[in-house]
């Protein structure tokens, strides 16, 4: 016995709620309740009885009973099994039909609950249930002419489209599904809970909609979650629009409670027409669970935040989503992999594989999402650029970011500038380093292969750029793109480079080249396949150095001898071009040749030393090579024996080699050339040491710098004088009769050596035994006591002697190079004596350069280009400035002399980049150097092996300490002095500053440079970077020795200072020791490699030796912040030690380098202090005399940004400089200075200036904006910051009426413009909603800057009146400003509806002093007198007439000031 529906469950449904009718059902079934039930129900069965042979079609549902006529009667066939229910009248004619009978049934109402208990008991079975709820099969019947639609709906559907049924059909749905809600749906099986809940989409109409609502609702609380899902998605198909925005909040609810329906629920709600608040509420929850949500439901999340953004708040939206958005997550599955890679089960390798794949395919749904924003949505792509703009330190930037804009700049043709723009400063500022490139490659290829053509078109225009950030970035996308994408993209990326090399500038070629050489050395098989795109530049090799023929030869002798037949042709062509430049006459040419055959030379040996011994080819292979070999060396050979030059860059090109390939090198080969050099040098340059020289020279010949005499027995001595001469007496005579014979020539001696050397070493397992004579042998020179006697000399005995000099100490460096690893004690004692000779020596050389005006030393590096040329740049005058690191010096120094002269267009708020202070100061730091004058020669130099500076762990000797001892004890310890400590300090602070300075802040002044840049550095940059940040971590100890020693030796002086017998050479010396020191240490902290993670060990073993000096043995264990605070504490303790102000800005810049990022809040207390003490410091040289120059001036102007950028209260501090500092420097005399800040006086009034305005100008730009929502206290605290603001601009401004000199009008007029700009936009929206509260506040701001804007207004009048063009091109736009100032207060009143209290008058134009400028109409003046008794709560405004007398600026009518 069944209950009839229509009884109980309205009544069940509004009283109880589902569970209870769920409930009720389940129990009420067992027993019959009601009389018409046990009376119906027998008629049914009956009836199914009597018609079973009614069924008409195979299939169709026999006992047939109400239920089943009334539908076959309306046109509708049940059938049973896997058969479709058959429809043959239209589907608005069955339901009006089916209507009908039920109304005029002769038991009707009864006959609705008998068909309703009908159709209950026919979707018992699980496959009627499925035909039912499944569309109807549309037929024609026989005879019938009413046209079936090829679609009907299914039968459910057809019945809750009539009104009578409605309520009873929803209810039994509903009672049905959770009959399903533990059934499993597999593949093909059938969704029953998900094909009921569609019955309820789009019905025509709901008797009762906010009650199936309510049903609905109640079973998502109690469903499983597919189910759930499935209710969730259909809602918007099911609500009427009036029930949206309360069915909106309840799934705002879900949201926030789980993360399971996140998807479901955000589907829904992104089809529903939400109000402005909840939708912002709900895109709040939303952005809520980005962070927590599971990778595979964030494409939803981010689509549905992306999707409802408005114009309004799209930056804010962005600005957030960018936060939440963290793709480190999506990266987890990719570091499963790689440790599933060990593991030898298939399974869990084929689980690990794919959980990267639905990460990387979640990822790609992700983008595709963004993608499609960005494609559609103008405001999305605008707002995101906005939104990494407005990002400012490192740590904002992610992965996202720099993938984003790859997206914007593929999808977006119009944003493209815009996108590269914005990537261009943030690469230039180094908040995009290229790590963070390296994880969007590596981690995210499958996303970032999309958009190849735009890494490809931004790379190629980063390599075009002069900024060496941005060209090493494009360098960099060019690698990773090669790594990780397909063939067609390698080919595309090789090609470019290629293009670049053939085609490109300079600066292009070198990155071009270094790019290949990486991908040949990490790529060499792939990089094969594109060897023929390589192989073109041979046909470019016009254009390239000789430095980048090095590079293109090592490139293709890889690709020619890695393959054995692939290789081949590479191989052919690369013999024909050095065959041709060997060939050659023109010196350029035959550089190149050698550089190449030393290169092929190279390849050839390793491919030798790799091979295998079980090649059957390689016997062969060997006899070819060998051929090819000897037949080259002979040729380099030939070609070189007749010039010195040419000859010497042969050995230092195989020293090179040697050196770079240490141990993997055939020794075979070693000997074909060895056998020949270890011959050679003794019989070229070696003589056995005699009392005299036979022959007549220029001078006479000397043995001097002898450190074995006593060994008289054997003993030898270079034979540099008679060499030189001979040398000289060649080129008169113009070599003829010397042609058979190899040129000898002590400019080959140093190169020569170093081979030497480097062959024993590699041949003797290191060992220096065979030739460790050479290291205290002497050299035949002259008398070198030149001291009054250079003025009798000739030029050309002043050119020889400097020559033999330069010679002398190339060799001695030479020497120093090969013997400083040496262990033994008497042998680092000659090594140190050999120092001692090389400093002696410089001061000599630095007497006879003095006096040899014009004069071009000898060449020690002969691979650097066209040297040709150097003697054109030389032979002005007594200028010595050379090539290479030091003409780089020169420009700045040019520059910087340009800048103190024209100071007005350098008013920049960022003091200049580390390297350019360095660069523009050198000449008057070297000062107390006794290498200064030297220092431009330094091309001329052989260059110093890193391996030199471990002699600086021996002690420090001073001149006072060889006063207190006996000199031949203190000689005898085994220690550097004062000029062999600054020797090697200066040159290791050099080679730090070449490598380890980062390379966004090193410029290139002239594009034709940049083949000079490394000059001097060859070796060195034979190193990575971070080999050299190893070497630099090694001598932290000893540096941290010297430099205590610093400390101590100037704490000492500091006490006898006005006692006369201070050494002042000496206090030179010490002071120049401690700012190398200084400096050395800044290189190194300041390296950007240690921000990388790989680098981090050698961090912390860095900062480990500082933190050691404090707490010896505790500081193992401590952790990173700890080490950098203990390192900070050990630096600070050397700020009551520094001897001058370029120590001081350098320890500064140390610190800062040192402190962690973002700097705590102690540190930054610290060095606001420190800055400040140290700009209250009187600066005082040994002499007297106060500290001045463009040095000081570059490093007050840093240091002065230090204070200021870390105190506190940037405005409390500015005023305090302004009205303290300034009013005593007016108040004292001419040459005087400020009591308080010693440091100001009238020669650095102007960068005093510059740094507070601009200081001032972005410091406002941090106060926020005004805005109506704002407390009434928060708009006194924002009025009370511009008050101060504006009342020191107001001093700054009337300064210019005493100091009134060209570069304090130009930093006003230009700062006083974007200072007025940023209270237009900052400061009025604030006084538009504060003016009704805080009237007199407001009022007393305006007028104290309408005072402002007057004196501005009077200096727009001075600039004309100078007919000065650097001032009156700040003119025209400050009017504009002013004028905008004066309409905008108007328009502030307006809105505060106090239009009254303004009015306008005629604005005079006057000097600074405020004198009135005679050139105005006459008619003006009467009307022109400023009104002074305006009413307290009016504000003033006068405006130009626009009269003749306005016009004066030549801009048109003068603009209104206030």
């Known amino acids: 016995m069944h209950k009839v529906p229509g009884k109980i469950y309205p009544h069940a449904c509004n009283n109880k709620g589902f569970a209870t009718m769920v409930s009720k059902r389940k129990l009420s079934k067992p027993d019959g309740s009601g009389e018409s039930c046990k009376t119906d129900l027998p008629k049914t069965k009956k009836s199914r009885i009597s018609d079973t042979e009614k069924a008409s079609v195979c299939g169709a549902v026999e006992n047939e009973g109400v239920f089943e006529e009334l539908l076959r009667m309306s046109g509708i066939v049940l059938k049973d099994g896997e058969g479709q229910n058959e429809i043959a009248v239209d589907q608005m004619a069955f339901q009006k039909k089916l209507c009908l009978a039920l109304e005029k049934h002769p038991t009707y109402p009864g006959v609705v609950k008998e068909f309703i208990s009908g159709l209950e008991t026919h979707i018992k079975d699980r496959n009627r249930f499925k035909n039912c709820l499944l569309p109807c099969t549309p037929i024609r019947t026989e005879g019938s002419r009413t046209l079936v639609h090829s679609y009907c709906e299914s039968l459910i559907k057809l019945l809750l489209g009539i009104?009578?049924?409605?309520?009873?059909?929803?209810?039994?749905?509903?009672?049905?599904?959770?009959?399903?809600?533990?059934?499993?749906?597999?593949?093909?099986?059938?969704?029953?809970?998900?094909?009921?809940?569609?019955?309820?989409?789009?019905?025509?109409?709901?008797?009762?909609?906010?009650?199936?609502?309510?049903?609905?609702?109640?079973?998502?609380?109690?469903?499983?979650?597919?189910?759930?899902?499935?209710?969730?998605?259909?809602?918007?198909?099911?609500?009427?629009?009036?029930?949206?925005?309360?069915?909106?909040?309840?799934?705002?609810?879900?949201?926030?409670?789980?993360?399971?329906?996140?998807?479901?629920?955000?589907?829904?709600?992104?089809?529903?027409?939400?109000?402005?608040?909840?939708?912002?509420?709900?895109?709040?929850?939303?952005?809520?669970?980005?962070?927590?949500?599971?990778?595979?439901?964030?494409?939803?999340?981010?689509?549905?935040?992306?999707?409802?953004?408005?114009?309004?708040?799209?930056?804010?939206?962005?600005?957030?989503?960018?936060?939440?958005?963290?793709?480190?997550?999506?990266?987890?599955?990719?570091?499963?992999l790689s440790s599933q890679k060990k593991l030898k089960s298939q399974v869990q390798a084929s689980s690990s594989m794919s959980q990267v794949t639905t990460s990387q395919n979640c990822v790609k749904l992700l983008f595709d999402v963004i993608k499609l924003a960005v494609r559609f949505q103008?405001?999305?792509?605008?707002?995101?650029?906005?939104?990494?703009?407005?990002?400012?330190?490192?740590?904002?930037?992610?992965?996202?970011?720099?993938?984003?804009?790859?997206?914007?700049?593929?999808?977006?043709?119009?944003?493209?500038?815009?996108?590269e723009k914005v990537l261009r400063n943030k690469i230039q500022l180094g908040y995009i380093p290229e790590q963070l490139m390296q994880n969007a490659f590596q981690n995210h290829s499958v996303v970032i292969k999309d958009f190849f053509p735009s890494i490809l078109a931004l790379a190629q225009a980063f390599l075009h750029s002069a900024h060496p950030a941005i060209g090493s970035f494009g360098s960099c996308m060019y690698k990773q793109a090669f790594a990780a994408f397909d063939s067609y993209c390698q080919q595309e990326v090789v090609a470019a480079l290629v293009t670049h090399v053939c085609n490109g500038s300079e600066t292009e070629l070198d990155i071009s080249l270094d790019v290949l050489t990486d991908l040949v050395k990490l790529h060499t098989s792939l990089l094969m396949r594109?060897?023929?795109?390589?192989?073109?530049?041979?046909?470019?090799?016009?254009?390239?150095?000789?430095?980048?023929?090095?590079?293109?030869?090592?490139?293709?002798?890889?690709?020619?001898?890695?393959?054995?037949?692939?290789?081949?042709?590479?191989?052919?062509?690369?013999?024909?071009?050095?065959?041709?430049?060997?060939?050659s006459t023109v010196p350029n040419h035959k550089q190149m040749g050698i550089i190449g055959a030393v290169a092929m030379i190279g390849?050839?040996?390793?491919?030798?030393?790799?091979?295998?011994?079980?090649?059957?080819?390689?016997?062969?292979?060997?006899?070819?090579?060998?051929?090819?070999?000897?037949?080259?060396?002979?040729?380099?050979?030939?070609?070189?024996?007749?010039?010195?030059?040419?000859?010497?860059?042969?050995?230092?090109?195989?020293?090179?080699?040697?050196?770079k390939q240490k141990g993997n090198l055939d020794l075979q080969l070693l000997e074909e050339f060895g056998k020949s050099l270890v011959e050679d040098f003794p019989s070229d340059f070696v003589v056995d040491l005699s009392p005299t020289v036979e022959g007549s020279f220029m001078f006479p010949v000397k043995s001097l710098y002898n450190l074995d005499e006593d060994e008289s027995q054997g003993a030898i001595a270079i034979n540099l004088l008679p060499l030189l001469s001979q040398?000289?007496?060649?080129?008169?005579?113009?070599?003829?009769?010397?042609?058979?014979?190899?040129?000898?020539?002590?400019?080959?001696?140093?190169?020569?050596?170093?081979?030497?050397?480097?062959?024993?070493?590699?041949?003797?397992?290191?060992?220096?035994?065979?030739?460790?004579?050479?290291?205290?042998?002497?050299?035949?020179?002259?008398?070198?006591?030149?001291?009054?006697?250079?003025?009798?000399?000739?030029?050309?005995?002043?050119?020889?002697?400097?020559?033999?000099?330069?010679?002398?100490?190339?060799?001695?460096?030479?020497?120093?190079?090969?013997?400083?690893?040496?262990?033994?004690?008497?042998?680092?004692?000659k090594v140190l004596t050999r120092l001692q000779n090389i400093t002696e020596l410089q001061a000599v050389l630095g007497k006879c350069l003095a006096a040899t005006p014009g004069y071009v030393p000898p060449p020690a590096t002969f691979d650097s280009e066209a040297l040709e040329a150097v003697p054109s740049v030389n032979a002005v005058g007594p200028v010595r400035k050379k090539n290479g690191r030091k003409k780089k010096t020169d420009g700045s120094k040019a520059g910087s002399a340009d800048r103190s002269q024209a100071d007005d267009s350098s008013e920049g708020n960022q003091p200049d980049t580390e390297l350019s202070e360095l660069?523009?100061?050198?000449?008057?730091?070297?000062?107390?150097?006794?290498?200064?004058?030297?220092?431009?020669?330094?091309?001329?130099?052989?260059?110093?092996?890193?391996?030199?500076?471990?002699?600086?762990?021996?002690?420090?000797?001073?001149?006072?300490?060889?006063?207190?001892?006996?000199?031949?004890?203190?000689?005898?310890?085994?220690?550097?002095?004062?000029?062999?400590?600054?020797?090697?300090l200066d040159d290791l602070c050099w080679k730090l500053e070449h490598v380890l300075t980062p390379r966004s802040t090193k410029r290139v002044p002239f594009l034709k440079e940049r083949g000079y840049k490394d000059i001097g550095f060859s070796h060195l940059c034979q190193r990575s970077p971070k080999e050299v940040a190893l070497c630099a971590v090694k001598l932290l100890k000893p540096l941290c020795n010297h430099m205590e020693n610093m400390h101590n030796y100037f704490q000492a002086v500091i006490g006898v200072e006005v006692e006369p017998e201070v050494n002042i050479q000496e206090h030179q010396l010490m002071c120049y020791c401690y700012q190398q020191l200084l400096s050395t240490f800044r290189s190194l902290f300041a390296w950007n490699g240690f921000s990388q993670h790989e680098n981090s060990d050698l961090l912390r073993s860095a900062l480990q030796v500082l933190a050691d000096r404090l707490k010896p043995g505790e500081t193992e264990f401590l952790l990173l912040e700890e080490l950098i605070s203990e390192s900070f504490h050990y630096l600070l303790n050397f700020q009551q030690s520094v001897p001058s102000f370029y120590c001081a800005f350098i320890l500064t810049q140390l610190l800062i380098a040192i402190a962690e990022k973002p700097m705590a809040g102690w540190k930054k207390e610290k060095m606001a202090s420190l800055a400040k003490q140290f700009l209250c410091q009187s600066w005082v040289k040994p002499g007297g005399e106060r500290e001045k120059g463009s040095q000081f001036n570059s490093a007050l102007h840093t240091l002065l940004c230090v204070y200021l950028e870390h105190t506190d209260n940037i405005l409390k501090a500015i005023e305090e400089i302004s009205s303290v500092g300034v009013a005593e420097l007016m108040n004292s005399a001419k040459d005087g200075c400020s009591s308080t800040y010693p440091t100001l006086n009238r020669q650095t009034f102007p960068i005093f200036f510059r740094v507070m305005m601009a200081q001032l100008e972005s410091s406002v730009k941090s106060i926020p904006a005004g805005k109506p929502s704002d407390s009434s206290e928060v708009q006194l605290e924002k009025l009370l910051r511009w008050n101060i603001a504006v009342r020191n601009f107001h001093i700054l401004v009337n300064l210019v009426k005493v100091f009134d000199s060209r570069p304090v009008l130009s930093i006003c007029l230009k700062y006083g413009r974007l200072f007025v700009e940023a209270f237009l936009k900052l400061a009025m929206p604030l006084l538009d909603y504060s003016f009704k509260k805080h009237r007199d506040d407001v009022q007393s701001l305006l007028k104290t800057l309408q005072l402002s804007t007057r004196q501005l207004h009077h200096m727009c009048g001075h600039s004309k009146i100078c007919q000065d063009i650097g001032l009156t091109n700040h003119v025209p736009l400050l009017k504009k400003s002013l004028e905008q100032f004066v309409y905008r207060v108007k328009a502030m009143l307006a809105f505060n509806h106090c239009q009254e209290a303004f009015w306008v008058g005629i604005l005079k134009n006057r000097d600074l002093q405020g004198e009135e400028i005679l050139s105005q109409v006459s008619e003006e003046r009467g009307s022109a007198e400023e009104s002074g008794s305006a009413e307290e709560n009016t504000e003033e405004a006068e405006e130009s007439s626009g009269a003749e007398g306005s016009e004066d600026d030549g801009a048109g009518p003068a603009p209104a000031e206030p």
Not at 242 to 269: H, I, M, N
Not at 389 to 411: A, P, R, Y
Not at 560 to 583: C, N, P, T
Not at 612 to 622: K, M, V
Request: charged share 25%; glycine share 4%.
């Open 603 to 659: 390849s050839v040996a390793l491919k030798r030393n790799e091979g295998g011994g079980d090649s059957l080819e390689r016997p062969e292979l060997n006899r070819e090579h060998d051929g090819q070999l000897s037949t080259l060396l002979d040729l380099v050979g030939f070609c070189c024996e007749q010039t010195p030059e040419v000859l010497a860059l042969y050995y230092d090109e195989l020293a090179g080699l040697i050196e």
């Open 530 to 583: 594109y060897a023929t795109f390589v192989k073109r530049i041979l046909d470019s090799t016009q254009k390239l150095n000789p430095c980048q023929i090095r590079k293109l030869f090592y490139i293709l002798s890889t690709l020619a001898f890695s393959q054995r037949q692939e290789g081949s042709y590479i191989q052919d062509d690369m013999h024909m071009v050095i065959r041709k430049w060997l060939s």
């Open 727 to 829: 040398s000289e007496r060649g080129k008169v005579a113009d070599g003829m009769s010397n042609q058979s014979k190899r040129a000898v020539s002590p400019m080959c001696l140093s190169p020569c050596f170093r081979l030497l050397r480097l062959y024993t070493e590699e041949q003797n397992g290191g060992s220096l035994e065979e030739i460790d004579a050479l290291l205290g042998c002497p050299l035949y020179l002259t008398d070198l006591e030149v001291e009054g006697k250079l003025g009798s000399l000739s030029t050309q005995e002043r050119e020889f002697l400097c020559s033999l000099l330069f010679y002398a100490l190339n060799w001695f460096r030479e020497v120093v190079n090969a013997f400083c690893k040496q262990q033994d004690a008497e042998m680092k004692g």
């Open 163 to 336: 009104k009578i049924l409605q309520p009873a059909v929803i209810t039994l749905l509903l009672e049905k599904i959770p009959e399903f809600f533990f059934d499993t749906v597999g593949t093909f099986g059938t969704n029953f809970p998900r094909l009921i809940v569609n019955q309820f989409k789009w019905l025509d109409r709901l008797l009762d909609s906010q009650d199936l609502v309510k049903k609905l609702m109640q079973m998502v609380s109690v469903s499983p979650v597919p189910i759930q899902n499935d209710i969730i998605t259909s809602l918007p198909e099911i609500l009427e629009d009036s029930q949206q925005s309360e069915v909106a909040r309840e799934l705002s609810c879900l949201l926030k409670q789980g993360r399971r329906l996140t998807v479901p629920v955000l589907d829904a709600l992104s089809r529903l027409d939400l109000d402005a608040d909840l939708l912002a509420e709900v895109r709040q929850s939303a952005m809520a669970i980005v962070p927590s949500v599971k990778l595979e439901d964030l494409p939803v999340v981010v689509k549905f935040i992306l999707h409802n953004v408005k114009a309004a708040d799209a930056v804010e939206v962005i600005s957030d989503l960018r936060k939440s958005l963290d793709l480190s997550s999506c990266v987890l599955p990719l570091q499963i």
């Open 378 to 419: 103008k405001d999305v792509a605008e707002a995101w650029i906005k939104a990494i703009e407005n990002s400012m330190s490192v740590s904002d930037h992610k992965v996202l970011d720099l993938i984003v804009l790859l997206l914007i700049h593929s999808t977006n043709t119009k944003n493209r500038k815009q996108t």
């Open 919 to 984: 660069e523009k100061a050198a000449v008057e730091r070297e000062a107390g150097n006794p290498l200064a004058q030297l220092q431009s020669y330094r091309p001329y130099f052989r260059e110093l092996d890193l391996e030199v500076f471990t002699v600086l762990h021996c002690g420090l000797l001073t001149k006072s300490v060889l006063d207190t001892e006996m000199h031949t004890e203190a000689r005898e310890v085994v220690q550097l002095g004062p000029a062999e400590l600054c020797f090697l």
